[in-house]
């Protein structure tokens, strides 16, 4: 299993500005996911993060927007750069232990 | 069309019945899936994975129909705890597809 830290859980953020989510997992692992989760909607991969190589972004997703860092095998960031209220989401990362999928608590953002 | 699609419900179940839904996905060539279970604002985790033969976990049935290219969950004997979102998990090449999610909601 994996036991993953995010955070903050929560925040909301004025437009135009950047956060910043952190996510610490309690064992080393290749890969770590970002997603998004809007309401009432399914959870749509951002990026996949690999530790020393830049992060695999999805359709529809830059780096410009939403830069990742992975310094080590244990931990990731994910931020959100020049925020809208169309970025008011849940955002949750993730490691995969087998084939099970962990996830972090999600980041509960509102942008205002 | 997406990729994997759930009727969202809700689902309003008496205490103690029965409730099952379904789970249709698109690529033919999906190897596994699973069902993940979501609780008001909180992380998605698994609560189970689904095998071709079908699965029973307690009062947890998982089945799967290949050649339909669906998958279904059964609860029997619902609990007031059994409330929540169920998201159908498929893994295509790597890759986690997910339902948006039944919500199920079991009353007193």
């Known amino acids: 299993s994996a036991v993953i830290s ?13 956060l910043t989510i952190q996510c ?3 064992s080393q692992v290749t890969m770590m996911f970002w997603y998004r989760q809007q309401p009432g909607q399914s959870l749509t991969l951002i990026a ?3 530790q020393g190589s830049e992060a695999t972004y999805e ?4 780096i410009d927007k939403f830069p990742i860092s992975r310094p080590n095998l244990t931990f990731s960031t994910l931020t959100v750069s020049n925020m809208s209220p169309e970025d008011s989401s849940i955002y949750l990362c993730s490691v995969e232990v087998g ?10 953002l509102t942008v205002v | 069309r997406k990729e994997v699609e759930q009727d969202p419900g809700p689902f309003n179940v008496p205490e103690g019945a029965t409730v099952a839904f379904n789970c249709t996905y698109s690529n033919s060539a999906s190897q596994s899936f699973f069902w993940y279970r979501q609780d008001c604002r909180k992380e998605p985790k698994l609560l189970m994975s689904v095998y071709s033969s079908g699965n029973e976990d307690g009062r947890f049935t998982a089945q799967l129909n290949r050649a339909s290219q669906y998958i279904s969950l059964l609860i029997r004997d619902s609990k ?3 409330s929540a979102t169920y998201l159908c998990v498929v893994n295509s090449w790597g890759k986690l597809q997910f339902g948006a999610g039944t919500q199920v909601v079991v009353t007193p």
């Open chain 1, 99 to 108: 084939f099970e999928a962990f996830f972090g608590q999600g980041t509960r």
């Open chain 1, 48 to 50: 996949t993060a690999n």
């Open chain 1, 24 to 26: 610490q997992v309690d």
């Open chain 1, 59 to 62: 359709s529809g997703f830059v």
């Open chain 2, 80 to 82: 007031l705890s059994d």
């Open chain 1, 6 to 18: 995010q955070k903050p859980s929560r925040d909301i953020c004025q437009r135009g500005t950047s």
